[in-house]
């Protein structure tokens, strides 16, 4: 079993939905990071968390600490939102990727 | 100009060939970092560095070693290619101020063939 699962590894939308990133951690955090990769394969840091909420602009992520889980939100989706989403599980000094959730909007 | 720079972009080669991948960053960041990235696969630490005197393997450091020719200057190396280690690489730079973890900054990947 992955120490950092993701769900679901696909997802496509049509714009303007609301979408809902997953992503279970086993190991110890200091914090959870979430990353976007452009299709060209750039990769971009979103948010890093250890509690709570946090919110940019239409994207915002959550994190329950107790349950170990956390979530990506898109609201009102844009084509421009496909990418690769990835989770990662901030620990002392390393991070622990998951495989990452392939989101595609549609117009 | 990008902050966190890896040389070359793409690169082909033959199975048995030294390879060096450069990276190098302006953020004035004291860690850095090697990941690979394969296919239904999350990225994978390969070698990170905490300043220049202190160098650790990660989970797949097999196969590659790394120098930290400055603060800012990090290269793996292949040292004899082999095809298994096609994949695209990336470095990545954090900052450790306030003794916390704290967000990496990537750089752009090098594809890298190993025929």
């Known amino acids: 079993k992955n120490e950092v699962e993701q769900s679901p590894q696909n997802l496509t939308a049509q714009e303007g939905e609301f979408i809902t990133i997953n992503c279970s951690y086993s190991?110890?955090?200091?914090?959870l990071h979430w990353l976007q990769q452009h299709p060209g394969g750039g990769i971009v840091s979103l948010f890093m968390?250890?509690?709570g909420k946090k919110k940019h602009g239409r994207l915002i992520a959550t994190i329950n600490i107790q349950e170990k889980h956390s979530s990506l939100h898109i609201t009102a989706s844009h084509p421009r939102d496909s990418a690769v989403y990835i989770c990662?599980?901030?620990?002392?000094?390393?991070?622990?990727f998951g495989t990452g959730t392939r989101l595609q909007v549609f117009p | 100009d990008a902050d966190v720079t890896q040389t070359p972009r793409n690169r082909i080669t033959k199975t048995g060939k030294r390879i060096m991948l450069e990276c190098s960053q302006t953020?004035?960041?004291?860690?850095m970092y090697w990941y690979r990235q394969d296919p239904g696969l999350g990225l994978r630490l390969i070698y990170y560095?905490?300043?220049?005197?202190?160098?650790n393997k990660g989970e797949i450091s097999d196969g590659y070693s790394v120098s930290r020719q400055a603060q800012a200057k990090f290269s793996l190396s292949l040292e004899s290619a082999i095809p298994n280690q096609t994949a695209l690489y990336f470095c990545?730079?954090?900052?450790?101020?306030?003794?916390?973890?704290?967000?990496?900054?990537f750089g752009p990947g090098t594809r890298l063939t190993v025929l």
């Open positions: 990545a730079t954090s900052d450790r101020s306030g003794g916390s973890y704290n967000e990496q900054f």
């Open positions: 190991v110890g955090i200091s914090a």
């Open positions: 968390l250890s509690s």
């Open positions: 990662a599980a901030g620990n002392t000094d390393k991070l622990i």
């Open positions: 953020k004035g960041h004291d860690r």
């Open positions: 560095s905490f300043d220049v005197k202190d160098i």
